[in-house]
């Protein structure tokens, strides 16, 4: 595609409940990041991927977390148990190989509500 | 340990130019980003500075003073449509660090 996709735009779940948020790179990205971004803040790191593989986790708050990439190309992230301050915007972004100056694109973001 | 600071928000009227600063400590620096972004919308991005000096383009420049720990994004001409917030983001040794940005408000 033409650039960053993220699917649903919006969820909306109950607590306990567990989640799934699908990210969609630009074809040809070997890295892929998920951020999570509350009201008035900055997006917060969360996890890279180079390739299949998770690079760099330690964004990722607690084991309720948990991301997959199985075939290099499109992300999953998933959240279990669900708890309230969850609730925020995740932005997946990705970029052509994660170097030095490799621009990050992000996609549209799913806004998720822990009611 | 890692930091960034700007201003939460500034305002500047239609046509005049606007300068947001940014100033940073990371664990290792590999360059500082700027993005923009609207609200309810992803970042999109502005600029890249990765040595000591002034880049410009079109109606943005962005600057970077390494030994200092500070940037700043200049927005020249400002239009309407500029109302955003502005972030800063620095890497260090591995990932991207964003600021929590500073949000612009245009006046006409």
């Known amino acids: 595609g033409a650039g960053v996709s993220q699917t649903p735009s919006n969820k909306v779940t109950e607590k306990g409940k567990y989640v799934e948020l699908r990210c969609d790179p630009i074809?040809?990205?070997?890295?892929l990041y998920w951020y999570r971004q509350s009201l008035g803040q900055g997006p917060e790191f969360l996890i890279y991927?180079?390739?299949?593989?998770?690079?760099?986790d330690s964004g990722l708050p607690n084991d309720r977390f948990f991301a997959v990439r199985p075939e290099g190309s499109v992300s999953t992230l998933k959240i279990q148990r669900t708890e309230r301050g969850d609730s925020a915007v995740y932005l997946c972004?990705?970029?052509?190989?994660?170097?030095?100056?490799?621009?990050?694109?992000f996609g549209p973001g799913t806004r998720l509500t822990v009611l | 340990g890692q930091n960034i600071d700007q201003p939460t928000e500034m305002t500047a009227t239609e046509g005049a130019i606007v300068q947001i600063n940014c100033t940073y400590q990371?664990?290792?620096?590999?360059?500082l980003f700027w993005y923009q972004q609207h609200a309810g919308e992803a970042p999109t991005f502005l600029s890249y500075?990765?040595?000591?000096g002034l880049e410009e383009k079109g109606r943005f420049s962005s600057f970077l003073s390494r030994s200092k720990g500070y940037s700043y994004l200049l927005l020249k001409e400002l239009q309407m449509k500029d109302s955003a917030s502005y972030l800063c983001?620095?890497?260090?040794?591995?990932?991207?660090?964003f600021g929590k940005g500073t949000r612009l408000h245009i006046l006409p």
């Open positions: 500075n990765v040595l000591d």
């Open positions: 990371t664990s290792g620096f590999n360059g």
């Open positions: 991927f180079q390739g299949t593989g998770a690079a760099d």
């Open positions: 972004a990705s970029s052509l190989s994660g170097g030095v100056g490799d621009t990050q694109y």
């Open positions: 074809s040809g990205h070997t890295a």
């Open positions: 983001a620095p890497k260090g040794d591995d990932k991207i660090i």
